[in-house]
C-alpha cells in the first residue's frame, strides 16, 4: 500500500508546484481544475505521511527489541503493539481512500425534478422535494441557478431544473436520480385516505467541453424556438438545442434555459451521459445492471425512495434502508442517506474490483 500512498504523494507535490506557478494562477480554469485535485487527494497525502511514520517507527521499535536492557525492551513491546494498531487502522482507512473515484463526482450538476403520477399532489410533492434539497444545498454550501421552471396549478412545480455548484457536488448527488414516491393524506383528500405520488429527479454531471471524448464532427447540432410552459423566452428566439450523434444516432436536448449557451452546455452534458452509458452497457451489461442498480442513471422508471408521512418513514430500497425521520429528512437533514448510499457503492466497487 506504501507504494499507491508514495504515487499519489508525489502527485501532490506535483500539483502543489503548480499551484504557485505564475502560469497557473493567471489561467482560472486550469488553476481552478489543479486546485479541486490538490484538495481531492491532500488526505491521501497526508496518509502516507502518517502510515510511513508509523512503518519506520515499527522498524525501530523492533530494533529495540534486541536490547539488553529489559525496561527498554518492555518499552519497544509495548510501542509496538500500539504500532501494530495503529497500521492496521490505517491500512483499513487506505482501502477506502484508494478506491478508484468516479472522475465525475467533482462535477457540478444540472438538476431536474419533474412530476410524476398523482396529478396536482405530485406537483406538490415535487415542490416539497425541491424544499428538501435547497436546504441541503445550503448546508453543502453549494450555489444553485434556477434554469427553467413551470410551476404547478395547485402549488409545488410539473418541472423545476437547478444548476448546482460547489465541492464533489455530481459525487454528493448521483444517487438521487430515479423516481421519488410520497404516500400521504392530499390536502385535496376529504375522506383522509392515503394516497400514492410520485416525482422524478435526474442529476446530470456538467462537463466541460475539453473534458468530453466526443469528435465534434460527429454531432448534429439543431437550434430552434422553445415551446410549451416555462418563460417569456418561449417561440420567441431559437434558444432550444437540440443534438444527434450520428455513429449512434443518440439524440439529447434541452429547452430549460433563456440562452441558447447554457442550453448547448445542457444538451451536451445529456448526450454524453447517454454515450457513456450505451458504451458502458455494450461492453459489459451484467455489470451495467449492477451499477445502474445503485448508483441510477436518471431512469425515470427505477423507484429509488419511499417518503411515507403516516408512519414518519423513509425507505431507501435500492440499499433497504428505513429510517423513522421523515420530518428531519423533509427539511433538508439528508447526509445519512447519502453517506449510506456512498458507502454501499464504495462496497460495490471493492467487491468488483472496479479501477
Known amino acids: 500500500m506504501l507504494d499507491q500512498l508514495a504515487s499519489i504523494k508525489e502527485r501532490f507535490i506535483y500539483l502543489e508546484e503548480r499551484l504557485s506557478d505564475p502560469s497557473t494562477v493567471s489561467d482560472m480554469k486550469l488553476f481552478k481544475k489543479t486546485n479541486k485535485e ?32 529489559k525496561e527498554l525492551v518492555d518499552m519497544a513491546k509495548m510501542e509496538l503493539s500500539e504500532l501494530e494498531e495503529t497500521k492496521k487502522e490505517l491500512e483499513e482507512k487506505g482501502k477506502i481512500l484508494l478506491i478508484p473515484k468516479d472522475p465525475d463526482d467533482s462535477l457540478d450538476v444540472i438538476f431536474e425534478i419533474r412530476s410524476g403520477t398523482g396529478g396536482d399532489e405530485a406537483s406538490i410533492f415535487a415542490g416539497d422535494l425541491l424544499r428538501m434539497y435547497t436546504k ?12 427553467f421552471e413551470n410551476p404547478g396549478s395547485s402549488g409545488g412545480y410539473n418541472k423545476i431544473v437547478l444548476e448546482v455548484t460547489g ?38 454531471p456538467k462537463y466541460e467541453e475539453e473534458d468530453i471524448d466526443i469528435d465534434p464532427s460527429d454531432i448534429r447540432v439543431d437550434v430552434y424556438r422553445a415551446s410549451g410552459a416555462g418563460g417569456q423566452h418561449v417561440n420567441r428566439t431559437e434558444s432550444a438545442v437540440r443534438m444527434t450523434h450520428i455513429p449512434t444516432g443518440i439524440v439529447a436536448e434541452s429547452q430549460d434555459s433563456r440562452s441558447q449557451i447554457k442550453n448547448r452546455e445542457i444538451t451536451l452534458g445529456r448526450l454524453y ?11 459489459d451489461s451484467e455489470m451495467a445492471a449492477t451499477r445502474k442498480s445503485l448508483v441510477g442513471s436518471g431512469d425515470r422508471s427505477s423507484k429509488i425512495r419511499t417518503y411515507n408521512y403516516p408512519q414518519n418513514r423513509v425507505t431507501d430500497h435500492r440499499i433497504n434502508l428505513t429510517l423513522y425521520s421523515l420530518d428531519k429528512i423533509v427539511l433538508g437533514d439528508i447526509e445519512e442517506i447519502i453517506s449510506a448510499l456512498r458507502m454501499a457503492d464504495n462496497a460495490e466497487r471493492m467487491k468488483n474490483g472496479e479501477s
Open 38 to 69: 490538490y484538495a481531492e487527494i491532500r488526505e491521501i497525502a497526508e496518509l502516507h505521511d502518517e502510515y510511513k511514520n508509523v512503518l519506520e517507527n515499527i522498524v525501530s521499535a523492533k530494533e529495540m527489541l534486541a536490547e539488553n536492557d
Open 136 to 147: 441541503y444545498f445550503e448546508t453543502k454550501k453549494y450555489k444553485t441557478e434556477l434554469l
Open 167 to 204: 465541492d464533489n457536488v455530481y459525487g454528493d448527488l448521483k444517487f438521487e436520480s430515479g423516481a421519488h414516491r410520497v404516500q400521504r393524506v392530499p390536502k385535496t383528500e376529504s375522506q383522509g385516505r392515503v394516497h400514492t405520488s410520485a416525482a422524478t429527479v435526474v442529476v446530470i
Open 273 to 283: 451521459v447517454k454515450i457513456k452509458e450505451k458504451t458502458l452497457a455494450d461492453r
